[in-house]
């Protein structure tokens, strides 16, 4: 079991992924905040877009590292998920914004499971600070309930939560990035 630990350490691929997806998600969070009415409106096109992305580049990182790591088949199932509601929010504007608020707290609630399940491979992996991934991940789950079970808390809301959530999701997912970078230059000799 050490060996495949050794093995699977020496050959995580793509780890830097995951700093995109951050700095997509950061980008995302400070746009919302500096623009708070067209954020709304804008919302279904532009979260539409980086959902797409998004799933795009995980189901990158889940085939690259299908032979390394347990479990890839859930960031696999991910990232298809992440596509095909990206294209549905893509192709109808008008109705995601009708529903916006339970479409951005569905999506950061399976943003928050995704990142705590990552927490979990950190830990299987031995890897220290796999913790502060795992309540990151708990926290961006709880605001995502929030923006389901209140879809009438308001616009402002909705844009301030929605903005904290993504903020929150990317510096995680850095620092997962960072994490996975650490497990790869700790492995070569």
Known sequence: MAALIQEIKREVKNWWIFTVIGILLLVAGFYTISNPLA?????????????????????SF???????????GWT???????????FILLLY???????LPFIVGFYILLLGASLSSYAFQLNNLEVSGWGWVLAG???T????????FNPVIGIATIVGWTAFAFILA???????????????DHSQP
């Open 39 to 59: 954020s709304y409106l804008g919302l279904s096109v532009f979260f539409g877009g980086l959902i797409f992305v998004n799933g795009i580049m995980e189901l």
């Open 62 to 72: 889940a085939l690259g590292n299908r032979n390394r790591l347990h479990h890839w």
């Open 76 to 86: 696999l199932a991910a990232g298809i998920l992440d596509i095909v509601l990206g």
């Open 93 to 99: 504007p008008s109705l995601s914004m009708s529903i």
């Open 137 to 139: 991940g708990i926290l």
């Open 141 to 148: 789950v709880l605001f995502g309930l929030s923006m389901i």
């Open 170 to 184: 990317g510096v995680v997912n850095i620092v997962f990035s960072l994490q996975l970078k650490k497990i790869k």
